[in-house]
Every structure is written in structure tokens, then in C-alpha cells.
């Protein structure tokens, strides 16, 4: 009997029909939905521009660009992989999907906030890209858009200030609304401690969304104050300070990477106890250790500027800070794999590229650490040591964690299952070609090769050889692994509704869920992460 | 912590009510890099932030604080009004919080072209022509004042829907939430100009 | 947190508040008058403090709200305060 609340979420029909039952839907799991399908295009639009960057390089001198091209593609690159992947990425589709479902709640607080929310991130996103396409050129300033040079470049910058600042002010409400939403919506029983772990993550996020996010707006908008009216604050001719520019940009980006990390964690969180089917090691840890590499988070971000000219104090200050935030993370490291140990291992895709993330988040953490010690930071800073060690902690990192929550949630989302095989393949191509295109640049980068570089000298050669071939076989994994997931969604076999013996609130409804999530609103007596065997309920 | 889950409008309101709050910290923040920026320069030129204020009027200003002083208490008795069911007042109080937030941008709007006369705006060559420390001044002041006064307007058209919602009785003693959050912003934008006010005005 | 709980100001204490406000500004104004050289920052800022907390907790009611809240506000200011304060750390050992 099946009333109108249990009908799949992908086929009700309210007051609005056909394509407007999905532009105006105020249902976070068609949002989540929304924000996955324009994640997917532009990740690939991306992609695809840093895949023609790996191809320029593969030979010293001119290969198939100028290098005022090559310029405005490392710029947009960053722009939209930074501002419309990365950051959002994790938090807008699983976040909104499974926040309310996770603490049994049938929607987030502000439902209509959360449309808008994805209005201003294609508006945003599509102002990004419009940017490339306007008369004066795309902007050649990098993402991180330091002055001098943003503020004298003639090329279109102020379209993709504008086009960061909307995706900012996005960012801002998505946060504002899960807050709300952990705040008041859990569901009865559901005390802070027994929540699962990735609403936590999500919770250490939304903090720092919407307390970070203000500032790069500010900054964004004194940038403009220059370009337009010469307002000075970070002109030395007027006595302003560039510094400062970096100063203001760094204490909204530093955190920023932790927004696109925490939930990231929170995500294999959630994966490692079900595939080990073992509760978490160490639930009040990872709480702390999620809250701890928030707050320790806002205070290191100048060791991005260790060369920039700071205070020898500062200096200090931001590498000592750097290296006590390290340790909540490797606290996770820890947990997660003490949650492996002595569980029954079932290695599906999610879990693969779960243990992956480990791996490769890993590499890129131990690497911050030599770029946050002060001495060594001199030799590696601005070289390609720099870009391999974020592709490692962001690609690696949050995008293997990508990689395995849509592997992990795929059958709940789309009530099918993908073929396990192509997905095992495609992650074969992954690891390897992820490994072979950033790797190399580690090595390049110590031995002197510069970042953001067009050209090169001869000896870093076969470096950026390898690099590129590594770059083609990663693509063409991405590839084959969307494929895999899209012949899936369309006519893959349909999917239980628990096909990972999963024992969080997802698992007990049908898949995929129906319009409201639950029948009735359960009522929550034990922790989480029960897999009923010796553990008495608390 | 306690849990609510039962979906009243009473929950909705504490709901909507912590929504407005976390609004807040952002623009906070928002105005807090400009207060960043403010404080590197006036530590570093302190002497001639002292002399570019001068410029300012301070009468101006103090008046432009009262009117926001005085504003903040007439949307608080709005709230209060509201609460105990008083429609008339609440309406009579709205109308006095908005016409003195548009003194207050009807004196923002003479100080500066007053001082766009005389050929102080960011990017004029007086400015051009004087010490490092006094043409930072005039930038901050701009940009605060300006950012501040945007606020203002938003502020004035947050509580003229709210008083048209008043009058339709769509906001009444039991449902106001739109009032209380109106009224949040509003003393924000009155918060912020307590702190814009003596680091611009006074620190002659 | 039922309603009925809730706090209603009364007109005659959001008057008192204020006239407080407005002897602070004065005091604020006047001390411009006086030559305290780098002290003027300071009471500046002491006045300004005093009045945002004033306004905050009785205008805006964060009095009577929730600790939760009151632990966010504050937590604000003070993480905004070792922003500024770790900026410093730079600048001033230039």
C-alpha cells in the first residue's frame, strides 16, 4: 500500500511537473541530485583543461599553446576544481542527501534556502566560466588571485572575482543550513553523541563555511576596490601593503581546505565500520579530532606565505600551529584503521577507494609537513613539489573519498547497483594513473622545477613525460568509472535496501527513498555503528 | 542538549530564529576583514589617520549614531508590541525604526558629496596628493561607510515587507518570526556603526 | 523552549537601555576633548565594547536566549579577536 509518501523521490510529483518537479524541488535528496549532475560537468570541464596543461608539458618548449594561454588555464582550473568541485562537492550532494536521512530527519532546516543555494552555485559557476569568454580575455592571475598582478592584469578578472564570491555566498548558506539542521531536526533519542560521523564532519564544516567564507568575500570585493578605484590597501605606491592581500586570502583559504577535507573523512568514516562490520574505533576521537582540526585549522594560514616576506615570529608561529594541526588527522589515521583491524573485511569499490584515501591523504600530509617546516619550505615553495603535495591531499584525498561515497551511496541514490567488476577496473586506472601524473612532480619539484610554469629546462624532462602518460591513464579511469555509474543508473539490476549490511539510519529505508524518507520518524535508544553482536546499547 | 522533533510553529521559529543569528556571524566577518585592514593601517599610520579623520564631521556622525541608537530601541518595542499583541504600535514603531534609517542615509548621502566637493573620493587626485596614511583613511572610510550603508538599505527593506506583513496580519502575536529576524539585522547594522563610529569619527 | 516561556521587554526598560546607550556615546564624544594620547583607542573601543554588549544582550535579547548561543557570539568575537591579534604577530615584529 503505497501511500504518497512512500513513493521513490525520483518519481513523485508535486505541485510542479516534469523538469520544474526537479528546478524548483525543495527536496534535498533532488538537490543533492542537482548539485551532483553540475559537479560532474564541470569536474570534467576541468579535468579536461588541466589534462591539455599536462599535455603542453610533456615537452620542454611549445607543444600546442602560448603561454598566455597556458596561464588562463591553470587559472580557471583552479577557479572552478577549487571553488565548484572541491569545495562544495562533497558537502552539497552527500551532505544534503544523507544529513537529514543520517539523523532522521525528513529535510534540512531551510528547504527553499537550499534551492537558492544551488541557484547562486550555477550562477556562480556559469559566471566562471563566462569568464573565459569575454572580450578582454580570461583572467591569467591564478586562483589565488595575488596583487600586484590581479589588480593590473587587463584580462577579465573582476568576472571571476564576482563569479568566487557568489559561489562564496552559496557556500555560506549550505553551511548556515546544515547547522540549523543538526541543531533542531534530530531526530528523538538522537543525542550529540550518537550521531553518526559523517553529520558530525558536516557540522565541523558548516562552521567553518560560515565563518571562514565572509572574508575571501571581503577580500574579493577590496580587490575589485583596486582594480576600479584605487582604493590602496594593498598598493605600496599608496602605502598600502600586498602582504596583506595574502594575510586576508589565506585566512579564508587555508580553513577552506578543510572544508573540502573534513567531510571527506567523515565519509570514509562511515565507510570502514560497514566494510569491516565492526563499529568505529574510537567514536569520541574522530568527534574531537573533527572539531579539534576546525578550530586549530583558522590559525596556519601563513605558512603559505613563508617566503612572502613576514615577521620572523609569524613565520614561526604558523609552522608550529601547522604541525599541531597535523596530529587530530593522523588521530583518524589511526582510528580508521584500528576500525579495520580484526573485522570482516569485505573489499567492495567503496572500501577500495576508501583505503586508498588513506594512502594517498597520507602521502599528501607527511608532504605538507616538509613544506610547513620553515627551512625546507624555502626550497619547495612555488615548485611542483607544492602541486603534488595538494593533488595529493585534495585529489587524493577528498576525491578518492568522492570516488568511494558514490560507490557507497550509488544503490541507496539511484535503487541500482553498478557492475563491480568495470568499477574495480576504473579504479585500477585511477590509482595508477593518479599515482604515475602526480608522483613525478615531487621529485621535479626538489630538484627545482617552478609551478604555474609554461616552459622548462631539459633535465625535468622525463618527469613531465611520465606526468602526462599518467595523466591520460587517470582520465581515461574517470571516464570508464562514470560510465560504469551512469549504464548503471539507467538499467543496472535493482538494488536492496541494504546491500552493504550498512547499520546507519540510510540502510533502514527503502532504496532508492521515498519522498519524505521515513514512514515514521524513528526513535534512536543506542550509539551508533551497533552491529548487534557483544556491545550493550548505552 | 534536549532533542525537539515535534514540528510545531513554535519550533520553527527557534529554528528560523538561529538561522537569522548564524546570518549574522557571516557579515561579522564580512565587516571584520575591513576592521582587520583598519587596524594594520591605523597602527602603522596612526598619526596621520588622526589628521584624515579631523576631515570628518563629527557632529555628523554622532547624530547619524543616535539616529541608529534610537532606531534599535524602536524595533526592539516593535518586537515587544508585537508579542503582546499591539498591532497599532508595532506599525507606529516600524514606520519610526524606518524613517530614521533613511535620516541616517539622507545624512550618509550629504557627508559625502560634501566630501566628493572637495575632492575627496578614492581615486581623485587630492587624494593622490596626500600622505600615505591619510588616503587609506579616506579608502576605509568609503568602504565601510559604504558597505555599512548598503546594509542600511537592506535593513529598510527587510522591515518594509515586515510592516506590510504587519498590516495584513500575516505577522501577529503568535507567528513573528520575520519581525524578531528583521529586527536581529537591524540592530546588526546598528552594532556595526557602534564600531565603525569612534574608529572613524573620533579619533581626533 | 515553549513559547509561553517567552521573554517579552518591557517599553520601559528598552527606554532605560537606551538612555545608558546615549550617556556612553556622550561620554565617547566628550573624551575626544580630553588629550589622552594613545589611550583615546583604548576607551574608544572600551566605550564601543560595552555599548555592542549592551546591545546585544538587551536589545537583541541574547540575555534570555540559550547558552548555545550565547557560547556562539562569543566564540566570534573571540576567534575574530585572534585573527586580528595573529595578523599583529607579523606586523608588528616586521
Given at each position: 500500500m503505497a501511500s504518497e509518501t512512500q513513493v521513490s523521490y525520483l518519481e513523485y510529483q508535486g505541485r510542479h511537473k516534469g523538469i520544474w518537479s526537479w528546478l524548483l524541488s525543495t527536496d534535498h535528496k533532488r538537490i543533492g541530485l542537482l548539485y551532483l549532475y553540475a559537479v560532474i560537468v564541470f569536474f570534467f570541464i576541468a579535468a579536461f583543461l588541466g589534462l591539455l596543461m599536462r599535455i603542453e608539458l610533456i615537452a620542454p618548449g611549445r607543444t600546442i599553446m602560448e603561454p598566455q594561454t597556458y596561464n588562463g588555464l591553470f587559472t580557471i582550473h583552479g577557479i572552478i576544481m577549487i571553488f565548484v568541485i572541491v569545495i562544495p562537492g562533497l558537502a552539497t550532494i552527500f551532505g544534503n542527501f544523507f544529513l537529514p536521512i543520517l539523523i532522521g530527519a525528513r529535510d534540512v532546516a531551510f528547504p527553499r534556502l537550499n534551492l537558492f543555494s544551488w541557484y547562486l552555485y550555477i550562477l556562480g559557476a556559469l559566471l566562471g566560466v563566462a569568464s573565459q569568454f569575454m572580450k578582454s580575455g580570461p583572467p591569467d592571475t591564478g586562483w589565488t588571485f595575488y596583487v600586484p598582478y590581479s589588480v593590473e592584469s587587463s584580462t577579465s578578472v573582476i568576472w571571476a572575482l564576482t563569479a568566487a564570491f557568489i559561489l562564496g555566498f552559496s557556500s555560506i548558506l549550505t553551511g548556515l543550513n546544515f547547522i540549523v539542521t543538526i541543531h533542531r531536526m534530530r531526530a528523538p533519542g538522537m543525542k550529540w553523541m550518537r550521531m553518526p560521523l559523517f553529520p558530525w564532519a558536516l557540522y565541523a564544516t558548516a562552521w567553518i563555511q560560515v565563518l571562514a567564507t565572509p572574508i575571501i568575500g571581503i577580500t574579493l570585493m577590496m580587490v575589485i576596490a583596486e582594480r576600479v578605484l584605487n582604493i590602496g590597501f594593498f598598493d605600496p605606491a599608496l602605502g598600502g601593503d600586498p602582504v596583506l592581500f595574502q594575510h586576508l586570502f589565506w585566512i579564508y583559504s587555508h580553513p577552506a581546505v578543510y572544508i573540502m577535507i573534513l567531510p571527506a573523512m567523515g565519509v570514509v568514516t562511515e565507510i570502514f565500520p560497514t566494510f569491516s562490520q565492526k563499529p568505529v574505533f574510537g567514536y569520541g576521537a574522530i568527534v574531537l579530532s573533527s572539531l579539534a582540526i576546525a578550530f586549530v585549522g583558522y590559525f596556519v594560514w601563513g605558512h603559505h606565505m613563508f617566503?612572502?616576506?613576514?615577521?620572523y615570529s609569524a613565520r614561526w608561529f604558523f609552522s608550529f600551529l601547522t604541525f599541531i594541526v597535523a596530529i587530530p588527522s593522523a588521530i583518524k589515521v589511526f582510528n580508521w584503521i584500528s576500525t579495520m583491524y580484526g573485522g570482516s573485511i569485505d573489499l567492495k569499490p567503496p572500501l577500495l577507494y576508501a583505503i586508498s584515501f588513506i594512502f594517498l591523504f597520507m602521502i599528501g600530509g607527511f608532504t605538507g609537513l616538509v613544506l610547513g617546516s620553515l627551512a625546507t619550505n624555502v626550497q619547495t615553495h612555488d615548485t611542483a613539489f607544492v602541486v603534488a603535495h595538494f593533488h595529493y591531499i585534495i585529489f587524493g584525498g577528498m576525491g578518492f573519498a568522492f570516488f568511494a561515497a558514490i560507490h557507497y551511496w550509488f544503490p541507496k541514490m539511484f535503487g541500482r547497483m553498478y557492475n563491480n567488476k568495470v568499477a574495480n577496473i576504473a579504479w585500477g586506472f585511477n590509482f595508477v594513473g593518479f599515482n604515475l601524473l602526480y608522483f613525478p612532480l615531487f621529485i621535479i619539484g626538489l630538484q627545482g622545477m617552478p609551478r604555474r610554469a609554461y616552459d622548462y629546462l631539459p633535465q625535468f624532462h622525463t618527469g613531465h613525460f611520465l606526468s602526462t602518460i599518467g595523466a591520460f591513464i587517470l582520465f581515461a579511469g574517470l571516464i570508464l568509472m562514470v560510465y560504469n555509474l551512469i549504464v548503471a543508473a539507467r538499467r543496472g539490476v535493482k538494488a536492496p535496501a541494504n546491500p552493504w549490511h550498512g547499520v546507519t539510519l540510510e540502510w533502514k529505508i527503502p532504496s532508492p527513498p521515498p519522498h519524505e524518507n521515513f514512514e515514521e520518524i524513528p526513535e534512536i535508544t543506542s550509539k551508533p555503528y551497533f552491529f548487534g553482536k557483544k556491545e550493550e546499547t548505552k | 542538549m534536549a532533542v525537539h522533533q515535534i514540528h510545531t510553529e513554535h519550533t520553527d521559529s527557534e529554528t528560523g530564529k538561529l538561522g537569522m543569528w548564524i546570518f549574522l556571524f557571516t557579515e561579522l566577518f564580512l565587516f571584520g576583514g575591513l576592521f582587520l585592514v583598519y587596524s594594520i593601517f591605523r597602527a602603522k599610520y596612526s598619526a596621520e589617520f588622526h589628521v584624515a579623520a579631523g576631515e570628518l564631521n563629527a557632529f555628523i556622525g554622532t547624530l547619524n549614531t543616535v539616529f541608529l541608537l534610537v532606531s534599535s530601541m524602536t524595533v526592539a518595542m516593535a518586537l515587544a508590541a508585537m508579542q503582546k499583541g499591539d498591532r497599532r504600535l508595532t506599525l507606529f514603531l516600524l514606520m519610526v525604526t524606518i524613517i530614521l534609517a533613511a535620516l541616517f542615509i539622507l545624512n550618509k548621502y550629504f557627508e559625502w558629496s560634501h566630501k566628493f566637493e572637495y575632492g575627496i573620493y578614492p581615486g581623485s587626485p587630492v587624494l593622490k596628493n596626500m600622505p600615505h596614511g591619510e588616503l587609506l583613511f579616506f579608502g576605509l572610510y568609503y568602504m565601510m561607510t559604504g558597505l555599512h550603508a548598503l546594509h542600511v538599505l537592506i535593513g529598510m527593506v527587510l522591515l518594509s515587507i515586515t510592516t506590510v506583513r504587519v498590516r495584513a496580519r500575516r505577522i501577529n502575536s503568535t507567528r513573528y518570526l520575520m519581525l524578531e529576524n528583521s529586527a536581529l539585522y537591524w540592530h546588526l547594522v546598528d552594532l556595526i556603526w557602534i564600531f565603525l563610529f569612534p574608529l572613524l569619527y573620533l579619533i581626533t | 523552549m515553549k513559547q509561553d516561556e517567552k521573554h517579552i521587554s518591557s517599553y520601559s526598560s528598552l527606554a532605560v537601555v537606551l538612555t545608558i546607550l546615549l550617556v556612553l556615546t556622550t561620554i565617547s564624544v566628550l573624551a575626544t576633548g580630553f588629550h589622552l594620547g594613545p589611550f583615546t583607542v583604548v576607551l574608544a573601543l572600551v566605550i564601543a565594547s560595552t555599548k555592542v554588549f549592551i546591545v546585544l544582550t538587551q536589545f537583541m535579547h541574547l540575555k534570555f536566549e540559550n547558552l548555545f548561543l550565547r557560547l556562539a557570539v562569543t566564540g566570534v568575537f573571540v576567534l575574530f579577536a585572534l585573527v586580528v591579534i595573529i595578523t599583529f604577530v607579523d606586523y608588528y615584529f616586521r
Open positions: 617566503t612572502a616576506g613576514m615577521s | - | -
